[in-house]
């Protein structure tokens, strides 16, 4: 096996045995009342799980985008060799993936907008929603991100062997941040409903 | 993850995939064919591939242009791109692109025997070889005198040592034994290439099937119709088959107990596209031979790869079809310059 395939693998055998042998051990000592996940929820402040779905809305959404650049400029580069004419012109599908970014740095002044003082220490609702808000929007944009990568790739291609081709296949890639678009309004929508 | 191969085909083979594109732009089409048959000389050839993707790559000739060096500049251009894409691939596009060379060696091999068989110097042999298909230990061939000896002095060192594994039975190497190590290499490694696709899976697999399918069941019809009137038997000959093709297994059992073209004509005919094939071919000296139908077959399947982004069956394509061009060319230059223009016509226009 290659080393990253035994890296992950092992890791992840230790990750389960880890938890089988906790969980053993909680059944065998009549500790199973331990694990209790409503108490967990319930005594831990909301903005434990506000935090993550901030974090995650602004980091994942650019991981999403670089995905999607790195896709179409590999793309561009080659075919730009043999039909120099459409090195400028796909520029547009990398500003298309770098906007889906933007739509991750537009879900975060929301949130920073929150304070102890609104949300209120124990409204749990609310702390969730947040979560929530930033999961929605998380799996959106990324996955916009991929998609506009890879049709700006097909794009790239194809006008470096047909120029019409070009604004044809543009088209679909304006659908396609529209989609992410829909994913910000929905969790926009969530945040001030806390 | 296979099936997913948008995701990270890109990483490590973005930049080769749009190059490879962008050459096959510059593939010669049917119009720049038709002006290329209405030249009178060589030189109107020359001056009219100055206007295609070939640019200037006759110019340093000095002395009159020949056939045969505008084949060996042809073959020059390709190896240039070839070795381009092959120096800057990541694995596993890098075997890959070495399983294609791997065809170019074995005909190099069985060439470099054969000369030696009939005394040839090593000298006039050596430029007949296929550029593609060079190896370091090309010029040793000729000192050895068996299979074995073949093997452990030269072959060992050569990516081609896996594809020896059937040919050791053979104690000398005579005309017969030489054509039957010929076929067992070449089945050997169109297996492994085979296998080597289905391992990767997705795009890849999907396309290059087809490709290497037909060539396997190619290989099978080629062989039965030429070991008709020679003393190979029928059991040697089923050895000999591809086993990756469509033909596997009942179409091959079925060729080897044909005994002339008409029971052959008789399986294809059980195989909806081999059968399409066959019924393009005349016997008369006017019409398309069997093996023009069958590159007429391959060149349309290699087209269809293009259609498809993210996979390496791009780059076999491409290489294949040049090929085709380049036979193209050769056979439009040759009706040029022997001034037999009847059959100039009979290329077979790619795009």
Redesign the interface.
């Known amino acids: 096996m290659t080393g990253l395939a035994l890296l992950y693998s092992g890791l992840g055998l230790a990750f389960w045995t880890t938890l089988l042998g906790v969980g053993i051990c909680y059944t065998i000592f009549d500790l199973g009342f331990r694990f209790d996940v409503a108490w967990f929820l319930t005594e831990t402040s909301p903005y434990h799980v506000v935090q993550p779905g901030h974090w995650l809305a602004i980091s994942l959404s650019v991981v999403g985008a670089a995905w999607g650049i790195y896709i179409t400029g590999s793309s561009i580069i080659g075919g730009g060799v043999k039909a120099p004419r459409i090195k400028t012109k796909n520029l547009v599908s990398i500003i298309f993936c770098e906007a889906v970014a933007i739509y991750g740095i537009i879900m975060a002044i929301p949130f920073n907008g929150v304070t102890p003082e609104e949300i209120g220490a124990r409204n749990y609702h609310a702390g969730f929603s947040m979560f929530g808000a930033g999961l929605t929007v998380v799996y959106a944009i990324s996955s916009v991100g991929v998609c506009v990568g890879i049709v700006g790739s097909g794009a790239a291609l194809a006008d470096a062997q047909n120029a019409s081709l070009f604004v044809k296949i543009l088209i679909v890639e304006i659908f396609g941040s529209a989609i992410g678009l829909f994913g910000v309004i929905v969790a926009i929508l969530q945040v001030p409903a806390s | 993850m296979p099936g997913y191969s948008?995701?990270y085909f890109?990483?490590d083979h973005?930049?080769?995939?749009?190059?490879?594109?962008?050459?096959k732009?510059?593939i010669l089409t049917s119009a720049d064919y038709v002006n290329l048959a209405q030249c009178e000389t060589l030189e109107d050839l020359k001056l009219h591939l100055q206007t295609t993707d070939y640019g200037n790559f006759l110019a340093n000739e000095t002395g009159p242009l020949t056939v045969s060096t505008i084949d060996e500049k042809l073959k020059t251009k390709l190896l240039t791109e070839f070795h381009y894409f092959r120096n800057h691939a990541f694995e596993p596009l890098a075997t890959f692109l070495n399983f294609v060379t791997y065809s170019y060696m074995i005909d190099n091999v069985i060439l470099l025997i054969t000369g030696t068989l009939h005394q040839r110097p090593i000298a006039e042999l050596a430029p007949k070889c296929h550029p593609l298909g060079s190896f370091e230990q090309m010029e040793a061939v000729s000192i050895a005198s068996n299979p074995t000896e073949l093997f452990n002095a030269i072959l060992v060192d050569t990516p081609l040592a896996a594809f020896f594994q059937d040919c050791l039975s053979e104690n000398d190497l005579d005309e017969m034994n030489i054509e039957i190590m010929r076929n067992k290499l070449y089945k050997s490694y169109l297996e492994a290439f085979y296998k080597f696709c289905e391992k990767q899976g997705g795009t890849t697999a999907e396309i290059m099937r087809p490709i290497l399918e037909f060539e396997a069941d190619r290989r099978a019809f080629i062989i039965t119709i030429n070991s008709f009137g020679t003393e190979l038997s029928k059991d040697d000959r089923e050895k000999l088959y591809p086993t990756c093709g469509k033909l596997y297994p009942e179409g091959l059992h079925l060729l080897a107990n044909a005994d002339d073209y008409e029971q052959v004509k008789r399986v294809a005919e059980y195989y909806a596209d081999y059968k399409a094939v066959f019924e393009g071919v005349g016997s008369g000296t006017g019409e398309k031979t069997l093996e023009d139908a069958f590159f007429e077959h391959e060149v349309k399947l290699n087209v269809l790869a293009f259609n498809n982004?993210f996979h390496f069956g791009v780059f076999y394509a491409y290489v294949k079809l040049k090929e085709q061009e380049c036979r193209n060319i050769v056979w439009i230059a040759e009706c040029i310059s022997q001034r037999h223009r009847t059959k100039i016509n009979n290329y077979i226009p790619i795009f």
């Open positions: 948008e995701f890109n990483v973005g930049y080769l995939e749009g190059l490879v594109r962008g050459f732009a510059g982004q």
